[in-house]
């Protein structure tokens, strides 16, 4: 069982920067891919960024250039700098890992950070 913790949200001005942190407990493995989603109120969540063990990265159209998803693999940490935020980020942002353990798939999510983007 693998639980994850975030923190690092809250209110920003437009332009400004936030870097979410979540924390996994328990057994990490080299098939995990960590990532950040989001969603805002009446929309679907969508995918933010996500990251393997080995540091490949992917991101939406809609953060390159601006977000930047890392991870210590040491601590169990994947964290996403936000910078030049825009009020069209605000969202409830949720960190997700999914491994596979002898063939089966694994999914954990964490109960989610909310991050307001506004003036």
């Known amino acids: 069982q693998v639980q994850l913790v975030e923190s690092g949200g809250g209110l920003v001005q437009p332009g400004g920067s936030l870097r979410l942190s979540c924390t996994a407990s328990g057994s990490i493995f080299s098939s995990s891919v960590m990532g950040w989603y989001r969603q805002a109120p009446g929309k679907q969540r969508e995918l933010v960024a996500d990251i393997n063990y080995v540091s490949s990265t992917n991101y939406a159209d809609s953060v390159k250039g601006r977000f930047t998803i890392s991870r210590d693999n040491a601590k169990n940490t994947v964290y996403l700098q936000m910078n030049s935020l825009k009020p069209e980020d605000t969202a409830v942002y949720y960190c997700?890992?999914?491994?596979?353990?002898?063939?089966?798939?694994?999914?954990?999510w964490g109960q989610g950070t909310q991050v307001t983007v506004s003036s």
């Open positions: 997700k890992i999914v491994q596979w353990i002898g063939g089966t798939r694994y999914e954990y």
